[in-house]
């Protein structure tokens, strides 16, 4: 099927009339329940969260209640659910409300986003839902309904293929009247139809425009970035003290540390080789060596292994420059060594 274009949404709000879930906040789509519910689901399942909803607003029905309670009793209600920034969150945003807005909500998108706690998600959402405005909330299941419409392969999440999304709502949400219910449908039908392992093309309002249509393809998408693999690494770095100075070299412009001062060094995937192989390059086994330490970062797990050897012999660095201890300060050398060499050169020098 080629690739749509139009979104056939009068199709999906039908649907959304006659299936959508019976919830609390549904009832009269007060912006207090709405906001209060959004928080709560958000990494919170739906049939958990249901009965937090109920005491949280039974407990305190308006911002005004909210506002006065105490952060303790706060979190004491919000024990289970997790995360418990949102429940701060929510006390703040409550207190702001009463304080600065005379007790009631803003509707205006530019001023929801200004308010704590509330991000462009949450903000889009309360706009839509509460507030039955032009706004178009992604969350996750939307945006598994979308990549499977249209068979987006843009790795996802992305900003990129929020945009496409958006350009593509856009038309719908700015013709139906009924803005609260096209946003909500389109969760609803991510949650109930199109979930995630088992979409249900065959009873699915979308399947005769949808470019997937049938589950075997639908479980493609969204096509997910994969993370990068940790890769184990040991870097064996050793000062070797010679009447020379001490051999350093600098770094290759590219790469990890780019252009940046090491002592004589031996990077492998592990620890055993590392040292043999630096033994070796130095044709010593008298390195005395210093407790590892490991550090974490984006495609590495390094250990970090530095030694120290005093040593007579000049001849084995041929493309090393040699520095007195005190010039080394002076140096870009690589910031973890710099730090290493501060700790223990005292003990050698
Ligand atoms: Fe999802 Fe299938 Fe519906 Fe397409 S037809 S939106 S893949 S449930």
Known sequence: MAEPTEFPHIKLLNWFKHHARSLPWRKEYRPYDIVMSEMMLQQTQMVTALPYFERWTQRWPNWESLASASED???GMWEGLGYYQRARRLLKLAQVIVNEHGGTLPSN????IQLPGLGPYTTAAISAIAFNQVAF???GN???VLSRFCSDATLSPSRLQDERFEKLMLPSFKSTQNKRG???AMMELGALVCSPKKPQCDTCPLQRDCSCASPEKAILFPVKKTKAKIKPLTVCYVWVLTPKGIPLRQRPNNGRFPSQWEPVVIETDSEKNATEHIEGKLRSSDIIWKPTFIRNFTQFKVTWKEGFLPMSKTNLFKNYEFFQPDELKKLNLVPVMAKTWNLHQAEFI
């Open 142 to 144: 939307v945006r598994r």
């Open 182 to 184: 096209l946003a909500q």
């Open 109 to 112: 998108e530019a001023q929801l």
């Open 137 to 139: 909330p992604i969350d």
């Open 73 to 75: 009793e706060v979190l």
